[in-house]
């Protein structure tokens, strides 16, 4: 069956005051309301970061409502199809930051996009010339997949990259390429390499999944991790067959095991496999097993008293 849920990633970097965030938040829940878009928006004083879906007229109108209403920023869209619906209803959350770096002072973005390739310069150069390529993803991301000889930071979250730059001891010489998912983390991760000295430092445009519309066979290897439903894509931006979130840690599973509750298929983490009554589909049948061999236990210790 072809898939039928249209799909829009995006981002914008742009001033908005503290106390109009309530107001911009109702304002993306109404239109969510009437056009029927499901999603998850980050919101913040300095933009917008999310992803929604529904058909791709819904979508297609969202985008525009947000292009009409913030005419001044500019916005980077990626899109896809599914036949998994990515998201169950729709969300805005606020914070201080789309994305969160942890410093006292927000990186100030390149808002004329002067750090960026296109997905064709990206390919050219590093396919030609002797740079230095930075996943700046958390680990259980690279873990899916990552461009052929980048370097992964084994990240537990973005909060420690500017540790890692201030350690990393890479020659400050060196062209530098950045990427992620979809461009955002990198808007922040080139400014904090350019403030520690680092002169020449890139960013792939659009991220893993607009160099994916292009270049499916290209340098990324392995699979892409997205924040719903999906889990990750493969090279052809279609949604993971292979991983599937695991039921006791939230992040992506590869594991096939059949629940040892309720006999149930399911995927879980390898560390799953070492850890008593993970072995199962579900923290509730983690909790049931559990207590029925304690219930197995207070029994063998009766009989044998």
């Known amino acids: ?3 039928q849920i249209f799909l829009t990633n995006f981002y914008s970097f742009f001033s908005i005051d503290s106390s109009k965030l309530d107001d911009v938040q109702t304002s993306l829940e109404t239109w969510a309301t009437e056009l029927g878009a499901v999603g998850l928006i980050i919101l913040a ?11 791709e007229e819904v979508v297609l109108e969202f985008e525009r409502r947000l292009e009409q209403n913030f005419s001044s920023a500019p916005w980077s869209f990626k ?11 729709f969300k805005v959350k606020q914070r201080t930051e789309i994305v969160t770096t942890g410093l006292t002072e927000s990186p100030a973005i390149d808002l004329a996009g002067e750090t960026f390739l296109t997905p064709e310069q990206w390919h050219e150069t590093i396919s030609k010339e002797d740079v230095v390529v ?3 993803r958390n680990w259980y991301e690279t873990d899916l997949g990552k461009f052929k000889n980048a370097l992964d930071p084994r990240l537990q979250n973005f909060q420690e990259f500017p540790e890692f730059v201030k350690n990393c001891e890479l020659p400050k010489d060196k062209k530098v390429l950045m990427y992620c998912t979809g461009g955002i983390r990198c808007e922040k991760a080139s400014t904090i390499m350019r403030q520690e000295g680092y002169d020449e430092v890139y960013q792939l445009q659009g991220g893993i999944l607009k160099y994916l519309e292009q270049y499916p066979e290209g340098h990324y290897e392995g699979e892409c991790f997205v ?21 006791h840690y939230g992040q992506p599973a590869e594991v096939e095991i059949i629940c040892q509750n309720c006999e149930k298929p399911a995927r879980v983490m390898n560390r799953c496999l070492e850890e008593a009554y993970k072995q199962t589909c579900s923290k509730d049948c983690a909790y049931r097993l559990e207590q029925k061999y304690k219930r197995e236990q207070r029994l063998k210790a009766k009989q044998a008293a």
């Open 1 to 3: 069956m072809e898939p």
């Open 45 to 55: 004083p300095e933009g917008l970061n999310g992803t929604v879906s529904g058909s």
């Open 79 to 89: 899109h896809a199809w599914t036949d998994k619906k990515p998201f169950p209803r």
């Open 134 to 136: 930075i996943d700046t």
């Open 227 to 247: 924040f719903d439903r999906r889990v990750a894509v493969d090279n052809k931006l279609q949604p993971s067959q292979k991983y599937s979130l695991c039921p």
